[in-house]
């Protein structure tokens, strides 16, 4: 069964570094996400992408956060200059052409030290 | 704005209890509702959903059905198992395609044998 995919699975960085978080959608999928999930809170939207534009985003997604697609594969979150605050679980989701239904990777932790 | 109130948890079973997770709703329109729900150490999973009013998800022995008068989408199971000790998040989604999922804080389960 095709399943959404991240990587790394864990990253430690120190406060002011940027990151980049990788994720593979489903390959027949349109729609791409992010959202983020702070140790025992809510899972919060951050930005959708379609047709290589960002479709929504949050008020969490500030000029600190970019998504790019940059190839027919990979889905990427960067954080410029990381804030001990943005650590949390980061995951990816993507839909087929209904837009609806979101199947969600396994997740990346990040730590901001 | 739309959201998700979820009842607290945590909720504590014995195997074969009869589990109700209660979800409401506040949204404009007519949102698909979800629930999915997060193994320890693991990403979301999609576990069911109904997108229209009236509709019954079903998987894997859990139900939930959209209740328009009263905007709920309870989550039961008749006979649960400790491996559906887990956290389970209601969500909603307008019917727009690559919008964001809004979700409710998580319930967590805990079913001892």
């Known amino acids: 069964e095709p399943e959404v995919t991240q990587t790394p699975s864990h990253q430690v960085t120190q406060m002011g570094q940027e990151v980049i978080l990788r994720c593979v959608p489903i390959?027949?999928?349109?729609?791409f996400y992010w959202y983020r999930q702070i140790l025992g809170q809510k899972v919060e939207f951050l930005v959708s992408?379609?047709?290589?534009?960002?479709?929504?985003k949050s008020e969490i997604f500030d000029d600190q956060f970019s998504v790019e697609r940059p190839d027919g594969s990979n889905f990427t979150l960067k954080i410029r200059s990381t804030k001990l605050e943005d650590s949390a679980m980061y995951f990816c989701?993507?839909?087929?052409?209904?837009?609806?239904?979101?199947?969600f990777g396994p997740g990346t932790r990040l730590l901001v030290l | 704005g739309d959201s998700v109130t979820q009842m607290e948890g945590p909720v504590t079973l014995s195997e074969e209890a009869f589990l109700t997770i209660n979800c409401t709703y506040t949204?404009?329109?007519?949102?698909?509702l979800f629930w999915y729900v997060q193994y320890p150490g693991e990403g979301l999973q999609l576990l069911l959903k109904?997108?229209?009013?009236?509709d019954k998800g079903s998987n894997k022995g859990f139900e939930a059905t959209y209740r328009k008068e009263t905007t709920s989408f309870h989550l039961e199971k008749g006979s649960v198992q400790v491996s559906d000790s887990a956290v389970y998040f209601c969500?909603?989604?307008?019917?727009?395609?690559?919008?964001?999922?809004?979700f409710g804080k998580g319930t967590t389960l805990s079913v001892s044998s």
């Open positions: 989701a993507s839909s087929d052409s209904d837009g609806e239904t979101q199947y």
């Open positions: 390959s027949n999928h349109l729609y």
């Open positions: 992408f379609y047709n290589n534009e960002i479709s929504e």
């Open positions: 949204a404009t329109g007519y949102p698909s």
């Open positions: 109904a997108t229209k009013a009236d």
């Open positions: 969500a909603l989604i307008r019917n727009q395609a690559g919008t964001a999922l809004i």
